[in-house]
């Protein structure tokens, strides 16, 4: 768990720093009550609220970032924490006279606290129900890890050659398209790895749009991109190529704030009728890319 | 008496003595493990590393660190493919060490693999290579300095990435080699075939990379000498300055090859090889976490299969060298160390 404290210096001063003006002014302004005149029970209980009051503000701030949420549930702890300090204070001091100021420290926080606490706990609420929705939405793909390639949120070939298996059951004539980002390599030993596995999710995000809804795209290793296109043959597989290719190769592309780039791809196209599906899955892929490397290389 | 424990302690790289430079494969490792979310502190816990000590470099660690680092990014990242193979790859270029300038600089094939056996422990401590030749292939053969136990498909893995790497930063392109792992054919073989090619043979005895010779023509490279010899001075300085001895495993693998023929091999004769008392040999191999007989079959099986393989000798005369006084024993014993029969590896 991640601690947040040092991000809420300001706010855990404030505490310590109102806890002590509050002992300082009742300490100057009353007298001390003997020992004999004091409630034990009342000590007890109030002593307990303040102090678990404490420690709820300071567990609190340690496992929130700063948000309207944090300030708003901890100000209305704060508020409550500085009523129950007043309202303990009258077991140590004689509080007769009353001052006005003494009076609204113990009974007017105790309202707006609560009031606060209100409004931070419906918008605790809020916030909660927009992190369950995200979590829902990974949840999808968690439930399938075996499918999933865990680096880029992409489908990997495993899914793939069991969507293969399924067309050719159907028999359905499809394509695999085998896309690559040129000079990948230099990419990761320039920008790191993070920014590489960026540009591999944007890169298929991008060509996710430009193909049919009926299409399936996963990461092979590396920036290998495998899309299968269903109901597709090679030649049409290569026009949508040059079109995606085109529209790609026109953005610029920023992988820090000052440093953009073209990302070109490379690609190739081979029809599922000609993937012997008999083979074991190692094998199957061997062919995929073996394709695209001699296919490369003819284009070369 | 100190200086002569001084002297035998420096005859080889204690487990847990801190003497590699952490850099490179372990920088690498760190920062593609970050890269992939996983916690700073988890990653590092029970390593005594700390983050801020590997972002201000120099920093020295030993094979133990080495290995538990290993151990975490295995436990953390057990689900992501390929982890090993990127960082093989990419460590090369990160090393601070200019081996991949030098290698890239070198003129020939030989040359560039002679260049990387001299400093391959910059690469990677936890790995001895060696090179062994014939008129058509060089063979880059991996064994552990270090018992790595868990962690050496990771280890394997990696280094043989970084030398097809290294190679192709040699060749302008990736070099057409073939490869023999140990491990066993694994459910996802994408990475493997992107990184290291589409040949390559699992469940083998041993860590193998096969480059045929002349693979890139002398007259195609453009290389510069005087960057080469500046490479080469520069690689030379650090290696004098980092002590790299070999480990205890090294120094027993090299004495079984030297005494295997004379059938001296016996614990207590390693040990007086090493000037340790027998029981002072035994508590350090099980500090590496290996025993005497383990490494005495992997030494035995490397050189009957060179044996066998690479100098054509017959079954008898293999066995004659390694000290058997019966084939059939030997048989036995080829079996149990290679799950082969001696005929399997013969031309």
């Known amino acids: 768990m991640n601690n947040y404290l040092s991000y809420h210096r300001l706010k855990l001063i404030l505490l310590l720093v109102l806890t002590a003006v509050l002992f300082i002014i009742t300490s100057y302004s009353f007298e001390v009550k003997p020992a004999e005149s004091r409630h034990m029970l009342d000590i007890i209980g109030e002593g307990g609220m303040c102090l678990c009051l404490f420690i709820w503000i300071t567990i609190f701030l340690a496992v929130r970032p700063a948000s309207l949420v944090t300030n708003l549930v901890y100000t209305g702890l704060l508020l409550l924490y500085l009523a129950s300090l007043q309202d303990l204070s009258d077991e140590y001091f004689f509080i007769n006279g009353y001052l006005t100021l003494t009076k609204a420290v113990e009974s007017l926080p105790m309202i707006f606290g609560m009031v606060a606490l209100t409004v931070g706990l419906f918008f605790w609420h809020r916030e909660q129900k927009i992190f369950n929705s995200t979590i829902e939405r990974k949840e999808k793909l968690l439930r399938e890890p075996k499918w999933i390639d865990t680096a880029t949120d992409l489908y990997n070939t495993n899914y793939l050659i069991s969507q293969l298996n399924d067309l050719n059951k159907a028999d359905v004539n499809s394509c695999v398209m085998v896309v690559d980002i040129a000079g990948y390599d230099s990419i990761c030993n320039s920008y790191g790895l993070n920014k590489s596995l960026k540009l591999v999710r944007d890169v298929s995000k991008l060509i996710e749009i430009q193909i049919p809804h009926n299409s399936l795209i996963c990461r092979s290793a590396g920036e290998t991109i495998l899309i299968l296109l269903t109901g597709k043959s090679t030649q049409e597989a290569n026009k949508l190529f040059g079109k995606i290719k085109d529209s790609i190769r026109d953005i610029d592309y920023f992988l820090n704030v000052d440093s953009k780039m073209q990302i070109n791809l490379t690609f190739s196209a081979i029809d599922t009728s000609q993937i012997d599906l008999s083979l074991s899955k190692s094998e199957l892929i061997k062919k995929l890319l073996t394709h695209n490397t001699q296919y490369q290389s003819e284009a070369v | ?347």
């Open chain 2, 1 to 347: 008496m100190s200086s002569y424990r001084q002297l035998r302690s420096n005859l080889y790289v204690e487990y847990d003595a801190p003497v590699f430079l952490a850099d490179g494969f372990f920088t690498t490792l760190v920062d593609f493990s970050l890269a992939y979310g996983i916690n700073d502190n988890k990653l590092l816990s029970n390593t005594a590393i700390f983050y801020e000590d590997l972002k201000s470099g120099g920093s020295f660690c030993s094979a133990n660190q080495y290995i538990q680092l290993i151990r975490n990014v295995n436990q953390y990242l057990y689900n992501i493919d390929g982890l090993e193979l990127e960082v093989g790859k990419f460590s090369v270029n990160q090393l601070y060490i200019p081996l991949a300038n030098l290698v890239s600089h070198c003129q020939s094939l030989d040359e560039a693999i002679g260049t990387i056996k001299k400093f391959y422990l910059f690469i990677n401590p936890l790995l001895s290579l060696h090179v062994i030749s014939d008129n058509d292939f060089y063979y880059l053969l991996l064994t552990e300095r270090f018992s790595l136990s868990e962690s050496s498909k990771f280890v394997f893995k990696s280094m043989l990435s970084s030398l097809s790497e290294l190679l192709s930063l040699f060749g302008g392109e990736i070099i057409q080699s073939r490869f023999y792992l140990s491990e066993s054919e694994p459910d996802e073989c994408s990475n493997l075939y992107k990184r290291l090619g589409m040949d390559i043979t699992f469940s083998s005895s041993f860590n193998v990379m096969v480059i045929p010779r002349m693979q890139v023509a002398s007259s195609d490279k453009h290389t510069s000498a005087i960057a080469y010899k500046r490479y080469l001075s520069e690689c030379e300085a650090i290696s004098k300055k980092i002590i790299l001895p070999p480990s205890l495993i090294e120094h027993i693998h090299e004495f079984v090859i030297k005494n295997c023929g004379e059938n001296n091999i016996s614990l207590e004769a390693c040990a007086k090889y090493l000037s340790l008392s027998r029981s002072a040999l035994k508590r350090k191999l099980s500090k590496n976490s290996i025993t005497y007989q383990a490494i005495l079959d992997e030494s035995r099986s490397l050189l009957s299969i060179k044996q066998l393989y690479l100098d054509e000798l017959t079954v008898d005369e293999t066995a004659h060298n390694l000290g058997f006084n019966d084939k059939t024993n030997f048989r036995r014993s080829f079996k149990r160390w290679t799950k082969k029969i001696p005929s399997d590896f013969r031309r």
